[in-house]
């Protein structure tokens, strides 16, 4: 009897099939975390819309531009005066005319958020964040500006941008990391926010910055109850339906007459 030899570059079982299965659980685990309509609505969706904002602030007329933003702002006079346009508008706009590097914030904070708790939570803590630090960095610049401490022109500085969501949706994520991600993810944060005090020593986002991630962090145990109903992870060479049945139901059970049980939805 002759034995039959494994494919040139296989390896042969059982370390053939390993590989495979490397390189397939690899490629899934990349395809599962691209963003897609189907599991990112709102962060693609926030996207297309900032997206927009972006190309036509580059593309309008420059005076018209600066008229449609200083409407939007959520600066002190227009949240004493429209403070529902302020708060909705301003987060609709980036702080620049460079849209990419929000594509990659969103990638990695918003879209990550929404695949673990979906996306009406991932739009609250994201409003959240950006309505709480606006009015926190805005009440203290009011409050600066009747006590004489900065002068009343500080209460018309254009203060538009996404930073304070993603913040947020940054310190919530993190919440629903192991611990060493967590801690990481954290560190993160803070040092990208020094090292952003640091260079533009602005009082505004000085706080509101701070104030964003606090937001997110703030909503844990809330988002925590959402994260533990995602479907468990079957064990590995285990298919997910068999991993999902309940231990007491052996076979011998299941086969003896009487009343289905109901299955769980």
Known sequence: MTERQAPAGCGGPPYGMLRAGLRTGAVDWILARVPTLRRNPFALGYLAVVGATTTFAGLADPELVLRLQEASSSDGHNLL??????????????AGPVWMPYLWAFAFTVAPLERRVGPGRAAVVFAAGHIAA?????GVVVV???????????????????SYGVLASLGALAGLLRPAGRAAVLALAVALIGEQIAADRDL???????????????????????????????PLGVPAELSSR????????????????????
Do not use: K
Not at 134 to 138: A, D, G, K
Not at 144 to 162: F, K, Q, S, W, Y
């Open 81 to 94: 005066q429209h403070p529902l346009r302020a708060l909705l508008f301003s987060g609709f706009w980036v």
């Open 246 to 265: 309940p231990a007491s139901a052996s076979p011998a059970r299941r086969a003896a007459p009487g009343p289905a049980w109901p299955g769980r939805s």
């Open 144 to 162: 600066a500006v009747e006590t004489g401490r900065l002068e009343p022109a500080a209460m018309d500085h254009l203060d538009i941008g996404v």
């Open 134 to 138: 606006t009015l926190l960095s805005q």
């Open 204 to 234: 505004v986002t000085g706080i509101g910055h701070p104030a964003a991630l606090l937001a997110g962090v703030a909503l844990w145990r809330w988002l925590r109850r959402w994260d533990g109903h995602r479907p468990r992870r079957a």
